[in-house]
Every structure is written in C-alpha cells, then in structure tokens.
C-alpha cells in the first residue's frame, strides 16, 4: 500500500526541517516531501493503489524512539508482552522500541537474546532493539559476555533498574563496553542510603510518614559513573535523571568533554511528589487567583483553569493519598527537582526522552504504599504528557519532537529516523490540539497502572506507520479530508511557519 499524506505540519529535527507539505510514501520507504512552496504544483498521476491521508491541523515527523521500555518477555508475560508492549509503543507514536533486559532469564547471554530476538521478529508491531545486561543476571557481581551479546544484535548493556554498587565492576563494564563502541546505560540508586524507600525524601514524604530515597543517592552514583567514564573514556548513558544536582553534575561533565549522555520520563518532566498526597495535595488555583508568576515558569506553573479552555491540566487530587500508582522508581521528585529537568532538556543537558515504561500486575500494585512494585504503564501517555509542556510555554514543539526522535538516536549512535527521501517509512501524525480524558480500561498495554486515570491531556498519536504500512490509526483518522490549508502547529528552534 503506498500512502500520500496531505497537508502537514512536518518537523523532522534531523534534516533540520519544518513546514507545512505531503510526505509520499511508495513501498515502504519516503518517497518524497512536498514543501509549501510545491503545494500547488501538478504532481502527475499518483502511484497505483495510494491512500490520501488527510493531516491537516496535525503533525507529521519522524517515528519516535523509546530508549528505555520493559517488554516483560520471556519471564513476566502477566505484566507486559512483546506484542501488546509494542502496540501500546505504536499507539504512543513509537516506532522503535529498546526492550531492557529484566526478563526472566535475564537477557545476559547470546542465547536470550536470540529468543527475544525472534519473538519480536514474529510478534512485535513495531521495531525492537534489545539491550544487554552488564552483569549476569543483574546481580551486579560478574561481567556478562559484552562481545557475545554486541554480536547477537545488542546496541547497549544495562542492568535495567539495578545499580552496580562495585566502582570496580562499573569500571570494568565501560572499559569493555568502550571498545566495542556501544554506551552503559546506568540506573543511579545507592540504595544503600534509602533502605526499604517508598518514594522522594522531602517535605511530603515527613509528613505522609514514609521511609524516603534522598536525591543524594542518585547524585552519588551519577558522580562517581562520570568519573569513571572519564577514566576509561567511555560512553556512559544516565538513565533516568530525577535531580537538580544530577542535571548539574551531567552539564558539567558535558562542559569538561565527558562522553556522558542523559534521559528522563515524561512523568519526572510532569509530576513531582506531591502527587502521592492525592486529595491532601493543596488544590489548583483558579486562573483569577494566580500571579504572572503562577502562569510563567514558576513554582506552580501547573495551576491552569481546565474550565476555560486552557492546556493540559493534570491534577493530583483526583487520586486518593498513598496511591501506589504513583509510586515509581526513580521516585517523583520536587517541584525544583522537575523545573532543572526541563530546563535540562531545554539547553540540551539532558539528550532524549524516553518513556521509562514499567508495567505492573495489579497484585503487584494494589497493596500498601512501601510494598507496591515501582512502576508506571506510559507508552501511550508519554506524548500527551510531554505536549503539557509544550502548551504551557516551557518548551517548543520542535525542541520536543527532536528529543524523541533524533535525541534517541544519537544516544544510540544510530542514524535517527527521517523522512528523507529513501529512507524507511517510520512516521508518526499526531493532533497537538486533541483534548482526551486518560482511561485505564482504553490503554493497549496490558498493565493498566498509571496516576494519570481520569486526567486531561492536551495531544494526542492518531496515527502511526511502521516502515511504510500502518500499524495505528484511530478512529477513521485521515479518511476524509479537513479542508483547505490548515495554520501550521510548528514553532521552535526553527522559526515560526504560518
């Protein structure tokens, strides 16, 4: 099937590219990209058997990449599947899928890789990329064959939410993984410092009367990572950054030549502890009471009037307290620690995001607060989440879609997906506009734990494809056309185009 999609806002951050045009796609790959300035121009007769994709009012870009997702198979198939994992990722716009190694087995040899390999082969709906564990089976202690898993398809070596408290094994693992040329992605927790944690050590946690995880046991590990990639000149990839002294330590690092890299959740980018407070939380203010201040870049930023029209509203006292939803590892952090991530991701700090997907059971979540596994379905929130900032003015749409897309890639060293002419067709449309209300009961992924039940979310996918053929369409999407020439939705690093 070959597709012509009609009258888009198109933002490809790795061509440098913003406009409003048709992007052609002929057997799967771009066949070509038609500016304003050709719009009007006779294309001639269309390839044979071609769909005419109405995306007016929508963006068109790249497929975006997912750095850091729990797939659940082999092992946890309850929380999470190959085949349902990637249709939450192509719902969430997704197109390429890093899959973590927390299977069961491990995915520490040739052998699982192999396995996993072949299951998303057959079963996945978009493209997985695997990453390797450093150590076996997680446990910190004894290198994995790194050479072993680079040659079974392995871009990348992690043990997937565990920290590798030994300095010397953590040396060890960048030196290897530097002469293969691949990057150690490196979940910083010295858990050491929070034993038995239920979420961010602070003010709410006092007062809700739970164990804490202070920032510092992220910082000490970021720290002492960036030393040791100095060391042995190795790429290290920070997973997850929560902290304001943890953006610092990356910048600086950054600034001294260290070949460190850095990802965050949508969720740490939205939501900061207060959101375990549920109906304690102080409710939103209405628009009449807040100060320029309050509707900038300031402390409560996020209090906006849904009433009025007014962009993405997320609202904690829609939960209950001590709601295990929001409990997630790392934890939700200040509303500090959240403004020096997006200003993290805004001078380019921080590289890529990434949605931190961990599904969860309802067994595994619907128990006491400190007991819950950490974890939060995100796959096809991540968008909705991250246009919240968008709409608010802290940050552009362009400067977003680069961080999901080109970000990514270069994190992996990989070509980062395009739609340059000849390349594979890997696009997502999505309506930055589309108000919808998040239902668990609707979420493609088989777990269904997420805090943000009932919330309202400004953007959302509407429809993806997958080298060349579409994998997620919403509704009847594109059917039917939406008129003349819509006002483009691009603003950005770019310059405005109307």
């Not at 460190?260 to 102080?282: E, N």
């Not at 506009?433 to 979420?443: A, C, F, H, I």
Request: aromatic share 4%.
């Amino acid at each position: 099937m070959n597709y012509l999609i009609r009258n888009g806002s198109i933002i490809d951050p790795a061509r440098r590219v913003a406009t409003v045009g048709d992007v052609l796609v002929v057997d799967g790959k771009v066949e070509r990209l038609i500016d304003m300035a050709e719009m009007g121009v006779d294309l001639g007769p269309l390839p044979e058997g071609t769909e005419v994709i109405h995306a007016g009012g929508c963006v068109v870009a790249p497929g975006f990449t997912d750095l850091h997702a729990e797939l659940g198979e082999p092992g946890y198939e309850q929380r999470e599947t190959i085949a349902t994992g990637t249709r939450a990722a192509v719902q969430g716009g997704f197109t390429m899928v890093c899959a973590m190694p927390n299977t069961n087995p491990v995915l520490d040899c040739a052998a699982v890789a192999h396995q996993v390999a072949a299951i998303a082969q057959r079963e996945a709906q978009g493209h997985v990329a695997l990453i390797g564990a450093i150590t076996q089976g997680r446990e910190g202690k004894i290198l994995t064959e790194m050479i072993e898993l680079a040659e079974a398809g392995c871009i990348a070596f992690s043990d997937a939410g565990r920290t590798i408290l030994d300095a010397g094994v953590m040396r060890n693992a960048l030196a290897y993984a530097a002469a293969l040329n691949l990057p150690v992605m490196s979940h910083c927790e010295d858990s050491r410092l929070g034993l038995n944690w239920a979420m961010h050590e602070g003010a709410v946690s006092m007062r809700l009367g739970l164990p804490g995880l202070p920032a510092a046991a992220e910082e000490i590990i970021i720290a002492r990572d960036i030393a040791l990639a100095e060391d042995t000149r190795a790429h290290l990839h920070i997973c997850q950054v929560s902290t304001a002294a943890g953006v610092a330590l990356i910048r600086a690092a950054k600034e001294r030549g260290v070949h460190v890299t850095a990802q965050v959740s949508p969720y740490h980018l939205t939501l900061s502890d207060t959101w375990v407070l549920g109906t304690l939380a102080p409710p939103p203010l209405p628009l009449s009471a807040a100060t320029p201040t309050h509707r900038g870049k300031g402390k409560n930023r996020r209090n906006t009037a849904p009433e009025l029209g007014l962009p993405s509203w997320l609202n904690p006292n829609l939960l209950p307290p001590y709601d295990s939803s929001t409990r997630v590892r790392p934890p939700l952090r200040s509303e500090q620690d959240v403004e020096a991530l997006i200003a993290g991701l805004n001078d380019g700090t921080i590289d890529a995001i990434a949605s931190g997907h961990a599904p969860r059971t309802r067994v595994e979540k619907e128990c006491e607060y400190g007991v819950a596994a950490p974890g939060i379905s995100s796959l096809e929130t991540a968008l909705g989440l991250v246009l919240t900032l968008v709409h608010r003015g802290e940050m552009d749409l362009v400067n977003t879609v680069a961080r999901l897309t080109e970000g990514p890639a270069q994190v992996m060293g990989r070509s980062p997906a395009t739609l340059r002419p000849g390349s594979r067709a890997d696009i997502v449309i999505f309506d930055p506009d589309r108000m919808w209300t998040v239902e668990r009961s609707q979420l493609a992924s088989l777990s269904k734990s997420t805090p943000l039940q009932g919330q309202q979310l400004k953007g959302q996918v509407m429809l993806t494809m997958v080298s060349g053929q579409v994998a997620f369409r919403r509704g009847e999407f594109g059917m039917h056309g939406r008129g003349g020439p819509q006002s483009s939705k691009i603003t950005g690093i770019f310059g405005n185009v109307e």
